[in-house]
């Protein structure tokens, strides 16, 4: 036990990622930046420089993850999969809270499974109810699930960058766009000072309307 919570609390803040959530008046915001790096503290190089990290689970659920790709690609998959056999069960759609507690189950029997290496991601999770109502849960590596009131950036290697800006800007009765314009001003800022994150960013809404994906910005260095 102690030698795997050592391990998760070494790859906490050694993401490499910068992932945002915003709880709004009229919906919910996700953003991300597109970095995908490989390799420690000591020594990273930049793998992808377009990986999108925003990702819609259902049409109505979109989630954005902080830790190695190979994990948050099974994950992913996994959630949408049990997602659909729930609906197909239940003939109802799963609410956002189902979703992140199955989340957070699976998340937390990946890390006390017996592994060379134990799976370690961190989700925000956001998504639309039958009703209209819209949410954000946070899922922390070791597998406990939380419904986020204002905003939260898990424990992606961005996340002080991100909280600090977010603590003097956010204001309760903030709307989606508005809080889309913010996720962005939070990853550039993550972006100036996070070596694990840049190349792009990517920002969802989720509101009643659905899940739609309002900024897809490459960021290109220019040489002076």
């Known amino acids: 036990m102690d030698t795997m919570n050592s391990e998760i609390s070494k790859s906490i803040l050694k993401s490499g990622t910068s992932i945002v959530g915003i709880v709004c ?6 953003g991300a930046d597109r970095r995908s790096t490989a390799g420690g503290a000591e020594m990273s190089i930049v793998m ?23 994990d948050i690609e099974l994950t992913n998959k996994v959630l949408a999969a049990e997602l659909r056999l729930k609906e ?13 507690n199955l989340l957070a ?4 029997r990946n ?15 956001a998504g639309v109810d039958e009703d209209g109502k819209t949410s954000l849960f946070t899922i922390e590596p070791a597998g406990s699930a939380a419904e ?3 905003y939260d950036a ?15 800007q956010y204001r309760k009765d903030i709307v989606v766009k508005d ?38 910005e490459e960021i290109i260095p220019q040489y002076k």
């Open 105 to 108: 189950i699976t998340t937390y």
């Open 154 to 168: 898990n424990f992606s290697s961005g996340m002080p960058y991100i909280l600090g800006l977010l603590e003097r």
């Open 48 to 70: 992808k420089k377009n990986k999108l990290k925003l990702r819609k689970v259902t049409e109505f659920i979109a989630a954005a993850h902080t830790g190695s790709v190979s």
């Open 179 to 216: 809080g889309a314009e913010l996720a962005t001003e939070c990853l550039k800022s993550s972006i100036e000072r996070d070596p694990g994150s840049g190349n792009g960013i990517d920002v969802f809404t989720i509101t009643k309307e659905g899940i739609k994906h309002v900024v897809s």
């Open 25 to 30: 008046k009229d919906g919910v915001v996700l």
């Open 148 to 150: 986020v009131e204002d």
């Open 88 to 100: 197909l069960k239940t003939k109802s759609r799963p609410s956002v809270k189902e979703a992140a």
């Open 111 to 125: 890390i006390r499974t017996q592994s060379m290496i134990p799976s370690v991601v961190g989700t925000l999770i």
